[in-house]
T-cell receptor
C-alpha cells in the first residue's frame, strides 16, 4: 500500500510551452501533497505544499504564477509549468501525506522535464 | 545556510569496505529521517530516529541519532554495489509536515 505515481515519467517540450505533471495517490487519500524539484547532482528542494481543496502554499523564491498547482481531489495533484524555459529543466518529485500513515511522506518516482 | 550538512558529499569505495556518512546541524530536532534515492527515482524512507542516542539497524545499515538530537550518522558494513545511491537525511520543520533535506551523500560502491 501507500503508492504514489507520477505521470509522465519524462517529458520533453519546447521553450514557451506549458507542461502538466500529475501526482496520484493510488491506494490512499492524500490530504497533503508536496512538490519538490531536484537539479542534477543536487538534493530535493521543496517548491510548494498543496492541501486538497485549497490554494497551494509556495516556498520563498518559487513563482506561483509559473508553477501552477491544483489539488482538486484527495488522490490527485497537478503541477503545471507555464511558459517553460530551459532553466526549468529538472527532476520534479511529488510526495503525499494521508491515510494510512500521517507520520510518513510517500514519494512518487519523479518526472524528468527537459525544455529545449 | 544549510539546515542540515551532510558529509562527505561524494564517496566512492570498494565492495566489502565499511563507511560512515554524517548529517549535522546546529538545531535540535524531534526526529530525523534517512532516505536512499536511486537515479531517476523518488527517495525511499530507510529509517526515522526519534530518541537522542537511539541506534537502529537495518541489515548492514546502522543509524544513530546524536544524544542532543542535532546530528545523525549512517554506517554501512561490508558495502555492496547495491548500496550505491544518494543518501539523504531530512527533518520536519515548523511543527509541520514539510521536510527539509540535506545536500545528500552520493555513494558509489565499486565491485
Amino acid at each position: 500500500g501507500a503508492v504514489v505515481s507520477q505521470h509522465p515519467s519524462w517529458v520533453i517540450c519546447k521553450s514557451g510551452t506549458s507542461v502538466k505533471i500529475e501526482c496520484r495517490s493510488l491506494d490512499f487519500q492524500a490530504t497533503t501533497m508536496f512538490w519538490y524539484r531536484q537539479f542534477p547532482k543536487q538534493s530535493l528542494m521543496l517548491m510548494a505544499t498543496s492541501n486538497e481543496g485549497s490554494k497551494a502554499t509556495y516556498e520563498q523564491g518559487v513563482e506561483k504564477d509559473k508553477f501552477l498547482i491544483n489539488h482538486a481531489s484527495l488522490t490527485l495533484s497537478t503541477l503545471t509549468v507555464t511558459s517553460a524555459h530551459p532553466e526549468d529543466s529538472s527532476f520534479y518529485i511529488c510526495s503525499a501525506y494521508g491515510t494510512p500513515s500521517y507520520n510518513e511522506q510517500f514519494f512518487g518516482p519523479g518526472t524528468r522535464l527537459t525544455v529545449l | 545556510t544549510q539546515l542540515l550538512e551532510q558529509s562527505p558529499q561524494f564517496l566512492s569505495i570498494q565492495e566489502g569496505e565499511n563507511l560512515t556518512v554524517y548529517c549535522n546541524s546546529s538545531s535540535v530536532f524531534s526526529s530525523l529521517q534517512w532516505y536512499r534515492q536511486e537515479p531517476g527515482e523518488g527517495p525511499v524512507l530507510l529509517v526515522t530516529v526519534v530518541t537522542g542516542g537511539e541506534v537502529k539497524k537495518l541489515k548492514r545499515l546502522t543509524f544513530q541519532f546524536g544524544d542532543a538530537r542535532k546530528d545523525s550518522s549512517l554506517h554501512i558494513t561490508a558495502a555492496q554495489p547495491g548500496d550505491t545511491g544518494l543518501y539523504l537525511c531530512a527533518v520536519s520543520i515548523q511543527g509541520a509536515q514539510k521536510l527539509v533535506f540535506g545536500q545528500g551523500t552520493r555513494l558509489t560502491i565499486n565491485p
